[in-house]
C-alpha cells in the first residue's frame, strides 16, 4: 500500500503553540491559530501581497527563497519588523527547513526563539520528530508500534504507552497492538472503554487529566493495576474521520510536560494513525484472500490450509476426517439462461442453505470453484453417518430457490470421502481433495443427482476421463460417433412405430461407448451443444431414408435432448433447419426431455415447448417419475407423452403382484390426456400387466437392443 505524504501544515497546523510555515512552491505562509490571534489577522494563509501590508518592505526580502538558504541547510535565526498597533516591531524567529524524501527543501518553520528554558525541550522534540520520522520509513506493522511505545516512554519519560486498536463489533473494545509498560513491551491487552478514559477519547478525540485520574475512573482495571495518576489520550482518525484506535500515555507522577511535549504526542498520533490505517487496510485484503466475496464462505486456498492443519493437530489424531465435495448440476446453463445476476443470487442462497445444514456440526464450509462447495467435517463417527448427511443434502434440494418471483429447482452432485483416525497420516490435504473430486465426477457419470464414495478405482476412472475429454474434442471432426436406434412397439399392433436415436462413441482406444461414459464430459467441456445438433441432423436424414426406402411414413423418430440444448434460445431454428434439410416431416419428429430440465426455468420452458409443438413437433418427457413429478406442473406442461422410467418397469414381478408407482402414472397420464409409453420392457411378464393397466406403447430389450442403421428392419 503506497504511503500518503500528506502536507506538512496538515501536521503543524495542529500544534498549540504560535509557529509559521513558508511553502516554497505556493509562496504563501500558513499561521497556526494562536499566531493569527497574535498578530490579528483575518486569515491563516498569506501571500506576498499581505506580508507586504504586515511585514517592512526592507525585511520582505528574508523570504527569499536564494537567500533562506544560502548556508542554510540547518536551523537559524531570523530578525524582522511586523506592523502591530500601527508602529513596527522587531521580531526573532527560530527558522527551521522542511525536507521532503529526497532531501529537497519544501518549506521552512518559524517560531518565536524559545527562552532558555525551552532551548533544550525544543531541541529534544526536534530529534524526536526525526527520528521517529525515520522509523516510520524503516518499520512496518508490529516493529513499527513496538518502537514507537518504547521511544515515547523514553524521550517523555512516562512509565506506560498504549497503541490500541477499537475491536468488537460494535467498536467498544480496546486491542492493545502493543503496550509499553515501565520497559516491558507486550500486546493482546484488552478490555472494555465503558468507564475508562479511553471512552472519552473515542467521544471527543482527545483527553487529559494531569493527575487524579484513578479516582475519576475508579472501575478502570488497567490504571488501577498500573497505579495510574495521569493520562493523556488521542484519537487515531482514518482518511474518513472515523476513530479506529487510541494512543494513551501514562504515568505513575503528575504529568508536567510542557505544550510542546503535547505538540510532540500529536505528531505521533497522526503518523501512528496512518501506519494503523495502512495495517487495517492489509487485514483486509488478508480477508479477502480467506473469504469468498460472493457467499462469505472460506476459500480453497484457506480451507486447504486448514484441513493440513487438522490432519497434523495432535490434538485431533482420534478424529476422523471427511469431506463432502457439492457441485451444483448443470450450473453452465443456469449461467448461460439467466444471466449471472441470477446465478450469483443461486451461489449465494446455496451458501445460505449448506450454512444452515451443518449449522450443528463440526464443519468449515468453502465455495472452492465457481459452482463447487467443499465441507470438511471432523466428527463423523462412521461411513455409514456422512451417507446418511449426503442422502439428506440430495432430497432436501427437491424445495426451490426462490429468485426474484421464480422458483427455480436444482440437483448436485456429491463426492464423498472419509479418512479414519488411524489412516489419516498416510493422506495430505490435497490427496483427499483429489479423492473427492473423483468421487463427485463418478456421481455427475452415474447420472447427477445423488453421492458417490471415493473408491481407489475411482482415481483410475479419472486419468481416463480425463484422456476421455482431450479426445472428445476431435471426435466430431474425425467421424467417430454413430447412431444406434431402439424400436418402439404398439401393443396393439406389435408394429414398430418409431424408434429412439441413442448415440455412441466409437472411440480409438476404449472402443463402442455409450453415452452414459461421455455425455456429462461433453456438458462440461460445452461440445454437447455441437454433439448434439449432429445427433438431430443424422437422425432425421436417416428416418427420412426409412420412411422412402421402406414406405413407411407413418416412421417417427425421437431425439432426446441435453440440459444445455434445451436452454440454447437457438434451439427451435435448429431443429426446423435439420427437418427441413432432410426433408422429414415435423409430425414424424419427437423430442424428448426430462423434467429437470424444464422446471429449472418453467415459465420459459413452456414457452419453448408450445413454439415447437405448434410446428407440429411432439414433445415426450423422459424418465418420469425419478424427478420431481409435480402433478401441478405436468398438468401445465405442454407434452404429447410420458415415458415411465425403466427403474419402475423393472418393479413388475412374474407373478403380477401390483406395482403402485406404475398403476399411479398410467392412471395420470389418462386423465390428462396423455399417451404413455413404457421404457425398459424385458419381459413377457412386463408387457402383460403393462396391457392389462392399459398401456400400449413399449421399448426395451424385449423387442431389441439399440443397434445401427445398418441393422434395423422395419
Not at 528574508?62 to 516591531?89: C, I, S, V, W
Not at 427455480?408 to 470421502?417: A, D, K, L, P
Request: aromatic letters at 10%.
Amino acid at each position: 500500500m503506497a504511503r500518503i505524504i500528506e502536507h506538512p501544515w496538515d501536521t503543524l497546523k495542529q500544534l498549540s503553540i504560535p509557529i509559521w510555515f513558508f511553502d516554497i512552491e505556493k509562496e504563501n505562509i500558513y499561521v497556526s491559530e494562536r499566531l493569527k490571534d497574535q498578530w490579528k489577522l483575518d486569515s491563516s494563509v498569506l501571500n506576498r501581497h499581505d506580508l507586504m501590508k504586515l511585514i517592512h518592505k526592507d525585511d520582505i526580502a528574508y523570504l527569499d527563497h536564494p537567500a533562506m538558504t544560502k548556508d542554510n541547510r540547518h536551523f537559524f535565526y531570523m530578525n524582522y519588523r511586523l506592523l502591530n498597533n500601527g508602529q513596527y516591531e522587531w521580531v526573532k524567529d527560530i527558522v527551521t527547513p522542511f525536507f521532503n524524501e529526497d532531501g529537497k527543501i519544501m518549506g521552512y518553520t518559524g517560531m518565536s526563539a524559545p527562552d532558555a528554558a525551552y532551548i533544550e525541550e525544543l531541541g529534544r522534540i526536534k530529534k524526536a520528530v526525526v527520528e521517529i520520522g525515520d522509523a516510520f520509513l524503516s518499520y512496518n506493522g508490529q516493529e513499527f508500534f513496538d518502537f514507537l511505545v518504547e521511544y515515547l516512554s523514553s524521550v517523555l519519560g512516562v512509565d506506560t504507552v498504549l497503541v490500541g486498536e477499537l475491536t468488537g463489533e460494535a467498536k467498544v473494545e480496546v486491542t492493545a497492538i502493543s503496550l509499553s509498560h515501565k520497559g516491558e513491551i507486550s500486546s493482546g491487552l484488552q478490555y472494555a472503554l465503558k468507564g475508562t478514559p479511553c471512552e472519552q477519547v473515542v467521544m471527543t478525540h482527545e483527553c487529559y487529566y494531569p493527575n487524579d485520574v484513578g479516582r475519576l475512573f475508579p472501575e478502570d482495571i488497567t490504571i488501577k493495576e498500573y497505579g495510574v495518576e495521569s493520562y493523556l489520550g488521542k484519537a487515531l482518525l482514518n482518511s474518513d474521520g472515523e476513530v479506529i484506535g487510541i494512543l494513551a500515555i501514562m504515568d505513575n507522577r503528575t504529568q508536567t510536560s510542557g505544550p510542546l511535549s503535547k505538540a510532540l504526542f500529536q505528531i505521533f498520533a497522526d503518523r501512528t494513525a496512518n501506519e494503523l490505517s495502512r495495517m487495517q487496510a492489509e487485514k483486509k485484503l488478508e480477508m479477502l484472500s480467506q473469504y469468498d466475496p460472493l457467499t462469505g464462505l472460506v476459500t480453497r486456498s484457506y480451507l486447504s490450509g486448514i484441513l493440513e492443519e487438522r490432519i497434523q493437530s495432535t490434538d485431533e489424531k482420534e478424529n476422523n476426517i471427511a469431506l463432502l465435495l457439492i457441485d451444483i448440476d448443470n450450473f453452465k446453463m443456469i449461467n448461460d439462461s439467466w444471466g449471472h445476476t441470477k446465478g450469483d443470487e443461486l451461489l449465494r442462497q446455496f451458501s445460505r442453505y449448506l450454512r444452515q445444514t451443518f449449522a450443528q456440526h463440526d464443519a468449515v464450509i468453502s465455495r472452492i470453484s465457481s459452482d463447487e462447495f467443499l465441507v470438511l467435517l471432523i466428527h463423523v463417527q462412521s461411513i455409514e453417518e456422512l451417507e446418511g448427511v449426503s442422502d439428506h443434502v440430495i432430497h432436501s434440494m427437491r424445495r426451490p430457490f426462490l429468485i426474484g418471483e421464480k422458483e427455480f429447482y436444482n440437483t448436485v452432485s456429491i463426492g464423498v470421502t472419509f479418512t479414519p483416525a488411524r489412516l489419516r497420516d498416510h493422506y495430505s490435504g490435497e490427496t483427499l481433495l483429489r479423492h473427492a473430486d473423483a468421487a463427485m465426477h463418478k456421481a455427475k457419470r452415474s447420472g447427477k443427482n445423488r453421492y458417490a464414495v471415493y473408491e481407489e478405482k475411482m482415481s483410475e476412472q479419472m486419468r481416463e476421463e480425463l484422456h476421455l475429454k482431450q479426445s472428445l474434442h476431435h471426435a466430431l471432426d474425425k467421424n467417430q460417433f454413430e447412431l444406434h436406434y431402439q424400436p418402439q412397439v404398439c401393443g396393439r399392433t406389435s408394429q414398430v412405430i418409431g424408434y429412439e436415436s441413442l448415440i455412441r462413441w466409437n472411440h480409438p482406444d476404449y472402443g463402442l461407448l455409450s453415452p452414459h461414459y461421455f455425455i456429462s464430459l461433453a456438458e462440461e467441456s460445452g461440445m454437447i451443444i455441437e454433439i448434439g445438433e449432429w445427433v438431430l441432423k443424422e437422425a432425421c436424414q436417416q428416418t427420412k431414408r426409412w420412411q422412402v426406402e421402406d414406405h413407411r411414413p407413418d416412421l417417427k423418430i425421437s431425439v432426446n435432448l441435453s440440459a444445455q440444448q434445451f436452454k440454447d434460445l437457438n434451439l427451435p431454428r435448429k431443429v426446423l433447419k435439420a427437418l427441413k434439410d432432410s426433408g422429414l416431416p415435423p409430425d414424424s419428429l419427437i423430442l424428448e426431455i426430462t423434467e429437470t430440465m424444464v422446471l429449472q426455468d418453467f415459465d420459459r420452458s413452456t414457452d419453448t415447448l408450445n413454439g415447437l409443438r405448434e410446428k407440429g413437433i411432439k414433445i415426450h418427457l423422459d424418465d418420469f417419475g425419478v424427478g420431481f413429478s409435480s402433478l401441478s406442473y405436468l398438468n401445465r406442461l405442454p407434452v404429447d407423452a410420458i415415458k415411465i422410467d425403466r427403474s419402475f418397469i423393472n418393479q413388475i414381478g412374474d407373478r403380477g403382484e401390483e406395482v403402485p408407482i406404475v398403476n399411479a402414472i398410467i392412471s395420470m397420464a389418462k386423465s390428462l390426456g396423455l399417451q404413455v409409453i413404457a421404457e425398459g420392457v424385458e419381459t413377457s411378464e412386463h408387457i402383460a400387466y403393462l396391457k392389462q393397466k392399459g398401456c400400449y406403447e413399449y421399448q426395451g430389450y424385449y423387442f431389441s437392443k439399440p443397434v445401427p442403421a445398418s441393422l434395423v428392419s422395419n
